[in-house]
């Protein structure tokens, strides 16, 4: 019997001090900014997603495949992203999707479940009670963290 074996890679980019962190995650690749130009790789990608919304459809544009998808968590430099997602699917070839989130209660549950058995890994930075949120919108916005910032609402038992 033939068997077809789809091989997906994951390039990653981040700071020097998290690639064993983004490499523990499971990226095959990782590419430190601190140390090298990711916009000089020869790799072309079928999808790239900025997760922080540091890069931009300008910058990343060449390193997409000919019908390959850009989506960014930001509205992107003077909001460009908008713009770029109501053109680009009338162009054909290259995308950029700004994708409009939403979570649903069965979406929660999928998580919890796959928290608990040990298939997705949260990164956890730091945890905050609540009458702390001003210290925790601060650190959130230093840009310096790595991974989620937990608020605690209550003191759970």
Excluded at 80 to 100: C, D, H, V, Y
Aim: aromatic share 10%; net charge neutral; glycine share 8%.
């Amino acid at each position: 019997m033939d068997y077809l074996l789809f091989i997906i890679g994951i390039t990653a980019v981040c700071n020097t001090k998290n690639v064993d962190l983004v490499k523990s995650l499971g990226a095959d690749t990782v590419i430190d900014y601190q140390t090298q130009d990711f916009t000089k790789t020869v790799h072309k990608f079928e999808f790239i997603f900025d997760a922080v919304g540091k890069s931009s459809f300008g910058q990343c544009k060449p390193l997409l495949k000919e019908k390959g998808i850009y989506i960014s968590t930001e509205l992107g430099k003077n909001g460009e992203n908008i713009l770029f997602a109501l053109t680009t699917p009338l162009l054909g070839g290259k995308r950029l999707l700004f994708p409009i989130p939403s979570i649903t209660k069965q979406d929660v549950i999928l998580l919890k479940e796959l928290a608990e058995t040990g298939e997705y890994k949260p990164v956890i930075d730091r945890q905050y009670n609540l009458d702390q949120i001003v210290e925790a919108y601060r650190y959130v916005e230093s840009g310096q963290k790595t991974g989620n910032v937990v608020i605690k609402i209550a003191q759970w038992e």
